[in-house]
């Protein structure tokens, strides 16, 4: 999937394979990244640097931690909080949905 959006085989997700799609599924193509960025560089007329030394990866812990662990790790707080309150809605049966079905025609 990453290679299909055109991220380069060095790019690291998610360590799960479901949080990973996540990942990729939610990302804009490094590809037409480029092609925006490159746009809007040349609009307000700036010429970019290379890059003098390449950036290391980091720790591939970072890549298995759930939100929560996340969140202390970088000090912020978490963005996902649980639910304080349910809204009560209880889920049919398949014999009510069909009763309400039948009774609205």
Known sequence: MARLHGFPDWFRFHVTKWHGA??????VPPPLARAVAGAIIRAIGIAPSPVSTPQPLGDPALLRMEMSQASMYWRVECPIQKRDRK????????LETEACRLAAA
């Open 22 to 27: 996540r990942q990729i599924g939610n990302s």
């Open 87 to 94: 809204s009560g809605a209880r889920k049919r049966s398949q």
